[in-house]
């Protein structure tokens, strides 16, 4: 049986197909996955056992629980002075993955063009397809850090432009904004009517300044969904647990789509993210301690060992540049695992642009990092 047209036009995750091949071997080091190597802080782990024991187990609102939204309410008016309606404005979701998939479907028109910055997260290309949508390429470089510019964004707008992706702090890249260069994006996003789709997952972990959402900036409350969630800044992966703030009719939209596809987010994880959201700040500044520690160490290494990489603002990856050695990024990761036991990902996995870099996940302890720099190092040296 042959699956609809759309879905063979997509390709299979770049990085899991990678990662099918880790799983079959042992004693790898692995910095290939995207996520923290910290367990979600323990009082968030009670609170849901707690909740069970309380005997929470049923469906909650499609909206999911309007304590939880209220806790996301105070959350971002406390923190950036930004005042979503918990009523109409916010709906929780199965991670930031749902969010953005409900995002797409509420605003594509079939043939709307999307733009998407380049290298991007692995979704965002295949979801606006299946959506209808044709993603439209912004080919970013290392020379500029990996950062578009308000040009960039208005040379490919046409009538057919629907909408901006963002995403910073970046994966794969690291990339992020200051609120100067946000604010001149946001003035072209303005002037060619696009709705902005931010995903600010990463947010906590932005290292050399403030990070500033982008609907905090003049004009654009009205215009952007607001993606984020729990799985990074708490270590909440594997709970599913994320959310979208935006204008009432796109809230409203996406609220439909939501009721039937997923119903609502998983209560447990509704009621662990409402403890996070209330007593989870201390964890999430010692992780991002941690995380800064373990940057500075990477990116001196990777640079040592001549593999050229910019220093990443935000999130937990390093995008160091292997074209001097000749290999592909396939060729160079493949390589790599065979002979050392050390897993990357090929940064092809986020589109053709990726070409000649890796990602490498600093999200692992210290002990690792230095082992798997050692082994990359002698990998290097063979070539
Ligand atoms: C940029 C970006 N957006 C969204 C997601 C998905 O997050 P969630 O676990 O909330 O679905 C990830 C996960 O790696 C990501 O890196």
């Known amino acids: 049986m042959k699956p609809a047209k759309v879905v063979d036009r997509i390709p299979p995750s770049g990085i899991r197909v990678f990662f099918d091949l880790v799983l079959g071997m042992k004693d790898v080091i692995s910095l290939g996955v995207g996520e923290p190597d910290f367990v979600t802080p323990w009082n968030v782990r009670e609170s849901a ?3 069970l024991e309380k005997g929470f187990t049923s469906y909650t609102s499609n909206k999911g629980l309007v304590e939880l939204r209220q806790e996301i309410a105070k959350s971002l008016s406390r923190r950036y002075g930004l005042d979503y309606d ?16 409900l995002a797409m479907r509420a605003i594509i028109n079939k043939g709307d063009k999307i733009l ?44 057919d432009t629907r909408a901006l992706i963002l995403n910073y702090p970046n994966n794969p890249t690291g990339a992020s904004y200051s609120k100067k260069e946000l604010k001149a994006i946001s003035d072209v996003v303005l002037k060619k009517n696009l709705i902005m789709i931010s995903d600010e997952i990463y947010c906590d972990l932005t290292y050399d300044f403030e990070h500033t959402p982008f609907a905090t900036l003049p004009g654009m409350k009205e215009r952007t969904i607001y993606l984020n969630g729990f799985s990074k800044s708490y270590a909440m992966t594997g709970w599913r647990i994320g959310y979208a703030c935006g204008p009432k009719s796109l809230i409203a939209a996406m609220t439909k789509i939501h009721q039937y596809t997923m119903l609502c987010a998983s209560v447990i994880s509704q009621m662990a993210a409402m403890e996070a959201l209330k007593r989870g700040g201390l964890s999430v500044q010692e992780m ?26 935000g999130a937990f990856y390093a995008f160091p540049s292997i074209k001097k050695t000749g290999l592909s990024s396939l060729e160079f990761s493949q390589e790599l695992l065979k002979k050392e036991k050390v ?33 990359i190092e002698r990998f290097v040296k063979t070539l």
Not at 92 to 101: L, M, R, Y
Not at 119 to 137: D, H, M, N
Request: charged fraction near 25%; proline fraction near 7%.
């Open 49 to 51: 056992i707690f909740a």
């Open 86 to 101: 918990p009523e109409e404005e916010i709906l929780i979701t199965v991670g930031v993955s749902e969010a953005f998939d």
């Open 116 to 159: 998407v910055p380049e290298p991007a997260y692995v979704s965002y290309k295949p979801i606006a397809t299946l959506c209808g949508g044709r993603p439209i390429s912004i080919n970013t470089s290392a020379e500029k850090n990996f950062k578009i510019t308000p040009s960039d964004v208005s040379k490919l707008c046409d009538r």
């Open 288 to 313: 991002k301690r941690e995380y800064k520690r373990r940057r500075t160490f990477v990116i001196y290494r990777l640079n040592e060992i001549g593999l050229a990489c910019h220093i990443p603002e």
């Open 343 to 375: 897993a990357v990902v090929p940064g092809t996995a986020f589109g053709s642009l990726g070409e000649g870099y890796l990602r490498i996940s600093y999200a692992s302890n210290m002990d690792k990092l230095k082992e798997a720099l050692l082994r």
